[in-house]
């Protein structure tokens, strides 16, 4: 059975981050009724994290460090 390498290890740490970035205890933290430059904190919250996400599973895949 061969071992998983250091990338297997960082997708499947990745996806738990993303769980927990768009799971119900955080995004009430955000959830509130102030706006950042007439946008809802929740929706850039939203926007960023996805963002954020997006750009570290990018890293993951290709490979950098």
């Keep these: 059975m061969r ?6 290890y960082r997708i499947v740490s990745l996806f738990l981050l ?3 970035l768009f799971n119900y205890p955080v995004l009430a933290l955000f959830n ?3 706006t950042a430059a007439g946008v809802p904190v929740l929706y850039v919250y939203l ?13 993951v895949i290709e490979g950098g460090t």
Excluded: D, E, M, N
Excluded at 3 to 8: D, F, H, M, T, V
């Design 3 to 8: 071992k998983p390498s250091l990338r297997a």
């Design 18 to 20: 993303g769980c927990l």
């Design 32 to 34: 509130v009724g102030a």
């Design 47 to 59: 926007f960023v994290a996805w963002g954020v996400t997006i750009a570290l599973a990018a890293v």
